[in-house]
């Protein structure tokens, strides 16, 4: 069975511009969530996905969001990118609320 | 608003010795509690799921203890190796919140 998918891995971008990164969660998990993670702020959640409908969200401004197709697929988008911005993003797949999350190796994104 | 705490932040053994993660959280109406692990750069991956009805979860020489009255949670490896060096992060879901907090982590090293 295949795990998280995350691409891409590694993103340049420069301030102001917007990038798109994409998820794609074990086969049969419903749910999609996304973290940010630096060395000064650790791991943070972003949002998550059920069903296509946002059902959680984490204490970020509105440049972030996301969505997810009915194949289960997630996007997160983030708008006029600040260089605070630089991070790894995570996301996360499972079954239900009960079971264990399975993240994906991230993608690796630098705000210059 | 709950808060995860990790005490060590950081830890360096001798190869064979039994070791104990602490995790502290302040709000003790849990849903659950996962550890993770984490390489350099890459993903979580997940160790072990406690459900707040259960006080343990065993995985080969980790185990994983619960204990909501008085918000802690411990991992325990026993007999470590050179290849357990990396960073444990645990995560609570509360009821009141249903996102996931993640702590500081522990950054472990093992040597030979």
């Known amino acids: 069975k295949a795990g998280v998918t995350q691409t891409p891995r590694y993103l340049i971008k420069t301030r102001g511009q917007q990038v798109t990164l994409s998820c794609s969660p074990i086969?049969?998990?419903?749910?999609v969530s996304w973290y940010q993670q630096t060395p000064g702020q650790g791991l943070q959640f972003l949002f998550e996905y059920f069903s296509e409908t946002q059902r959680n969200k984490g204490n970020f401004p509105g440049r972030f969001s996301g969505r997810q197709f009915s194949n289960s697929r997630s996007e997160m988008n983030v708008s006029t990118l600040e260089l605070g911005d630089s991070a790894l993003y995570l996301c996360?797949?499972?079954?239900?609320?009960?079971?264990?999350?399975?993240f994906g190796s991230g993608t690796q994104l630098s705000v210059l | 608003k709950q808060e995860v705490t990790q005490i060590p932040a950081a830890l360096s053994v001798p190869e064979g010795e039994n070791l104990v993660l602490n995790c502290s959280f302040t709000d003790s109406a849990i849903y659950n509690l996962q550890w993770f692990r984490q390489d350099p750069g890459k993903g979580l991956t997940s160790l072990l799921l406690i459900q707040s009805s259960q006080r343990e979860q065993t995985s080969g020489r980790l185990n994983a203890s619960l204990d909501k009255s008085s918000g802690r949670s411990t991992l325990y490896i026993a007999a470590s190796q050179p290849g357990d060096s990396a960073t444990y992060l645990c995560a609570s879901r509360s009821y009141n919140t249903d996102k996931l907090i993640f702590g500081t982590g522990t950054r472990l090293q093992v040597f030979p």
């Open positions: 996360a797949s499972r079954t239900d609320p009960n079971e264990k999350l399975f």
């Open positions: 086969s049969g998990h419903r749910s």
